[in-house]
């Protein structure tokens, strides 16, 4: 079972994803904002990130940059899920290492979904 810890102080798309991850293939932490999302980071050992960029406390970016500082953090993939559409935010962002940029309001769940599948290499077929 892979595990993806969602960093979003949007409590509503948080909750929205959970249920629509199948569980048998993902286990879904929550953070609501950067901070808790490094200790979480530490203490859970994700295989994927999806991170939000505005947040309280520390957002996206700050917490992208203090991961590229750390080398003693784990190194794991970063879906940036964002309501943010400018391309100069999504150019620093991917510049920073991430794997892909999800425009929340542009994006179905299903789209969202495929995404994360397609980071962790999960086969979406199977079964069918």
Do not use: C
């Amino acid at each position: 079972m892979k595990k993806i810890l969602i960093i979003d102080d949007d409590q509503f798309f948080s909750k929205t994803l959970e249920t629509a991850l199948p569980k048998e293939r993902y286990e879904l932490i929550s953070a609501e904002d950067g901070e808790v999302g490094l200790e979480k980071l530490k203490s859970e050992k994700p295989d994927l990130i999806i991170l939000d960029l505005m947040m309280p406390k520390l957002d996206g970016t700050s917490f992208l940059k203090k991961l590229q500082e750390d080398n003693d953090l784990p190194k794991v993939p970063i879906l940036v899920s964002s309501n943010l559409s400018s391309v100069k935010k999504i150019s620093d962002v991917m510049s920073m290492g991430v794997v892909g940029y999800v425009i929340k309001s542009d994006e179905s769940l299903q789209s969202i979904i495929q995404d994360i599948d397609r980071v962790l290499g999960e086969d979406t077929t199977k079964g069918e």
